[in-house]
């Protein structure tokens, strides 16, 4: 448990909490199948998140979705796969017409995907590049931009920084950047099943009190950040949009350091036991001036960078035609391997519905390592005000 500036510490009361409202986000949004899951944590690199052993009909559904965009007239000229992993992508650009590819991958992996491309004769149109997107170079502008970055509650691990390096190094103006737009989500949960497998356990354990260990089993099981699957019984109100994010205008400085702040009225009476984050993206083409109002492809405004609002209760929400496609990883969805993150309280705090339940969430590049996620949680509740920090690594 790590102490606060004036003196509290995860899960202890803190004085004072904002009062500042911020939107609720109803979810009415088109969906597609979510991708089968995986059961490694850890991978070669962020491409081999993109495919399971074997097919599904989400796999399908997920790799045939590039069709629907009018991708085929874009992919005609030059394609770049930032983190190609095992390069399946790379080739599914290639048969759809791309005339070049560049399949560019830091890890060892880039080995066995240039053995892939061989042997698939298609080492004509794929070339396959061993190295860091951000020390490799190329002699021509690319018009698309493909790349599985998403990492845990989106952030984590994530390869984005490396696709707007792609996009500012290379991207032709107009060109194709997929996905496109990308949203991250919190709500507040709660989950007695896991708080009794994890903590209520050592109360009575064959009739023996071994109620000294709930401290040490607390910290054990919820010091960091969990990666499960929860269902959308679990989610006690509307979530509320933490950052969103629009691929082709978004800085590696805007990364570093997200801070929302949030307000929630609980749906029911209920133990909140955590917050629970999950991310949506979106497969939409680039923005456009019309009007002198900037637009994507799909008629949304990009007039202000406030997409969402935070200081109503209405979502501002961006007009999707039929061909936009959205991959959800939310909790009422077809379950992904990404899953949600879930940041549990050390002592559950009991509400009633309509309670309000407010604070702040910043997310930040650890300096340990910057593909690790420094959270840091303030959240208050009944008059009473907490902190709760942790590091997703």
Known sequence: MLPSSDGASNGHPRHASSERRAGYVPRDRLRKPGRTSRALRHRASGQDRAVAAAATPYDAAYFHSYSHLGVHEEMIKVVMDVGCGTGILSIFCALAGARKVYAVDASEIAIQANEVVKMNNLSEKIEVLHGRVEDIEIDEEIDVIISEWMGYMLLYESMLSSVITARDRWLKPGGLILPSHATLYMAPVTHSERYRESIDFW????GIDMSA???????????EPSVEIISGENVLTWPFVVKHIDCYVVTIQELECVTARYRFASMMRAPLHGFAFWFDVEFAGPPVLIDNHLQTSHGSDESSSDIYSTGSHQRKKRAKSVETLVLSTAPEDVPTHWQQTLLYL?????????????????LSQSKENPRFLNIHLEYASGGRSFVKESVMR
């Open 203 to 206: 109360r009575n354990v064959y």
């Open 213 to 223: 260990m709930l401290p040490l089993a607390k910290q054990c099981a919820f010091e």
């Open 346 to 362: 050390y002592e559950p705090v009991e509400v009633n519905q309509d309670q309000i339940i407010e604070g702040s969430v910043t």
